[in-house]
């Protein structure tokens, strides 16, 4: 681990051993089951409906593991969850990692530097953590990404519309700062697709 890790990995850690962020949930208020409803019923369609096309799905930025516990992920071959924080890690894998009938993978990797598990079909579902980065780390992530074999990035945003530029994202750790992924310095083409769940508007980007 680069010395640059380590400060990463020390920020989210105590952020989320000393519950920095509101409310019951240790992963914040947009882990909770209730904020999550609407999203695990697209997500188990959208599985339903793509499994021709999708045989994995890679969380990015996982956090505590309940609310996806509630998704259908029908005939996946695999479901990886990744998280910075070592502690989250060790907590699903104690409390999820052998009950289920789905193969449930934890890694503790750090998105912005880790070559990630993905292989073939992989959608990468990376949910209220760009919004908790710089643009130089969001750029980092982002191309870890398009390292991968994965050919769908889904991202979120409380915002929408987008905002019209990048230029105040220049910290790290708690509170919120929406991304454009479509302006520099990140530049990705238009989302294919834009879909409003629970508050949230998801955002669904070709890797590949």
């Excluded at 990015?60 to 070592?86: H, K, T």
């Excluded at 019209?164 to 919120?176: A, F, L």
Aim: net charge neutral; glycine share 8%.
């Amino acid at each position: 681990m680069t010395k640059e890790q380590g400060i990463l990995q020390g920020v989210f850690s105590e952020v989320y051993s000393k519950r920095y962020w509101p409310g019951p949930h240790p992963s914040g208020p947009g882990s909770t089951l209730e904020a999550t409803r609407q999203l695990r019923n697209y997500l188990s369609g959208y599985l339903r409906n793509n499994a021709g096309d999708v045989t994995e799905v890679l969380f990015a930025g996982c956090g505590v593991w309940e609310w996806q516990m509630r998704i259908n992920f029908g005939g996946l071959y695999r479901v990886v969850g990744v998280d910075i924080v070592p502690k989250v890690i060790q907590e699903n894998k104690r409390l999820f990692g052998a009950k289920t009938t789905y193969l449930f993978d934890f890694r503790c990797l750090d998105i912005t530097k880790d070559a990630l598990p993905v292989h073939a079909k992989c959608v990468i579902f990376c949910k209220d953590v760009f919004q908790h980065l710089n643009n130089i780390l969001v750029s980092k992530a982002l191309a870890q990404f398009s390292l991968t074999s994965a050919h769908t990035l889904i991202t979120s945003s409380d915002s929408h519309p987008l905002p019209p530029t990048n230029e105040s994202r220049t910290w790290v750790g708690v509170g919120y700062c929406p991304e454009n992924l479509m302006l520099e310095p990140f530049n990705l083409e238009p989302p294919f697709d834009v879909v409003k769940l629970d508050e949230k508007w998801y955002y669904f980007w070709k890797l590949r």
